[in-house]
């Protein structure tokens, strides 16, 4: 795009920004490259690429012309730096760790965390010698301060957490981070960036699964790693981006490091030229595609399955067979404070309810929808119902369910773009269903 990104609002970047079509033949859709590799032309040309003193491709495990798009269009989404695609939201987040605790540092987190990130926080990682430091109540700011050590280089949080949208005080954690000089990393996948720019509150780096609300239709596994650019990695804290590295040697020097070669993006640089090149997990050029495809319309998707959710979640407040609804402004709610100022248009279409009565009754509803799908997915155009403690979340153990304050009988749903009256009228006749055996004698008993 000629004009001046930065100029642009929202709703126009979603469709425009890291575009210009009269570099892709005046293309006006984005062009899917599926190439893997691309004409050098000369070796002294390659000299120049390999040692990122030219821009341009050499081979697409590294970078391609389509997802450079989504990258560019990420970053100015997120008022970043830069991003860089990788083939799935767990690579974005494991990418990041490695890379922020290379020489075995240490990671802060909490306990509310995807549950597919758990098992590789307690047994996989610390393999490889990154160490995980959790905190039980993520929103007590005092708990990561005292759980800080010499080792810690980073905090770890979600923007709003998976399954319980609980919403994280960024900005007190990203001020507790900088005064012990480590960056705050966020995972902002649930709100998207439409709802929510942790960027804008003092986040350093951002991670995405592009697998959920961002592409939006199911259809794409894919991640981001996202560099505000605004973090000093000349603090002492962080030799990998402060020493020569190898990896952008040049034909006639020693190396040098990724500050001096990247500069504000050395974050996304290190991930690109370390990360992506030596592990893989390269997105695809079509899935970038579709990815770009649901950013163009992310702002009125969200927008219908946050007015979708809010009636869902005050119909669920309203039946009898339902015990809990964590969502912004039901009664069991506790974070409506952060979420009504970190995400004043909706905390996202992701949340949990729980039910009187057993896994039984439990097992009987997912087992019952019809227009509601029962599947592991989440931000999907189409609604979902899923059982979490068993399936998102069932890497946890009992202890740390109780830590992450997520009840047994959590059941998750992510709501889509459908007709109200059809999910409404589903989630009925679902509970009908699961409660009619025991519905007149359990619940005549609690007096309903
Ligand atoms: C909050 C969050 N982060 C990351 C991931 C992992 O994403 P992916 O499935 O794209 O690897 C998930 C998946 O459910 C998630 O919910």
């Not at 920004?17 to 390659?46: C, F, L, M, W």
């Not at 990420?74 to 494991?94: F, K, M």
Request: glycine share 8%; net charge negative; proline share 4%.
């Amino acid at each position: 795009m000629s004009v001046r990104e930065n100029q642009l609002h929202f709703d126009t970047l979603k469709v425009k920004a890291g575009y210009d079509p009269k570099q892709h033949n005046n293309a006006v859709s984005v062009p899917i490259y599926e190439t893997a590799s691309y004409e050098i032309g000369t070796a002294e040309r390659y000299d120049r690429l390999a040692a990122a003193e030219e821009s341009g491709y050499l081979y697409s495990r590294v970078s391609n012309p389509t997802i450079k798009v989504l990258e560019d269009r990420i970053a100015a989404l997120d008022h970043a730096e830069a991003a860089v695609a990788v083939g799935s939201g767990v690579a974005a987040i494991t990418f990041t760790l490695l890379a922020l605790a290379e020489y075995g540092g240490r990671i802060l987190t909490t306990y509310q965390l995807y549950g597919g990130v758990v098992h590789h926080m307690n047994y996989l990682l610390p393999r490889f010698g990154v160490q995980f430091d959790k905190v039980e109540n993520g929103s007590s700011v005092e708990d990561f301060e005292k759980a800080i050590t010499e080792d810690t280089k980073a905090i770890y949080v979600e923007s709003v957490t998976n399954p319980m949208a609980t919403v994280t005080d960024i900005e007190a954690l990203a001020e507790l981070a900088h005064k012990h000089k480590i960056p705050l990393v966020v995972d902002n996948t649930l709100p998207t960036p439409y709802l929510l720019n942790p960027i804008d509150h003092g986040a350093d780096i951002v991670v995405y699964s592009a697998t959920k609300g961002i592409s939006g239709h199911g259809n794409a596994i894919g991640g981001l790693v996202v560099d505000s650019g605004n973090f000093d990695w000349n603090n002492g804290k962080f030799p990998q981006f402060t020493d020569e590295n190898i990896a952008i040697k040049g034909r006639y020097d020693n190396g040098r490091s990724y500050l001096e070669v990247f500069g504000r993006a050395a974050f996304a640089g290190k991930i690109r030229t370390d990360y992506l090149t030596n592990f893989g997990a390269a997105l695809s050029p079509f899935n970038a595609y579709l990815i770009l495809l649901g950013i163009e319309t992310i702002s009125e998707r969200v927008q219908k399955q946050v007015r979708n959710a809010h009636q869902i979640a005050e119909f669920l407040e309203s039946r009898p067979e339902v015990e809990w609804v964590s969502y912004p402004g039901t009664s069991y709610y506790k974070y409506n404070e952060l979420a009504e100022k970190y995400c004043p248009y909706g905390v996202g279409q992701l949340f949990s309810f729980g039910l009187k009565g057993t896994e039984e009754n439990i097992y009987k509803l997912v087992n019952a929808v019809k227009v509601f799908s029962y599947q592991l997915n989440l931000g999907d155009a189409r609604s979902l119902i899923a059982n979490a403690s068993r399936t998102s979340h069932g890497e946890l153990l009992p202890e740390e369910l109780k830590k992450a304050d997520i009840p047994v009988n959590a059941i998750r749903i992510s709501i889509g773009i459908e007709d109200i009256r059809d999910l409404t009228n589903d989630l009925a006749q679902a509970l009908e269903i699961a409660f009619q055996d025991t519905a007149s004698e359990a619940l005549a008993s609690e007096g309903l």
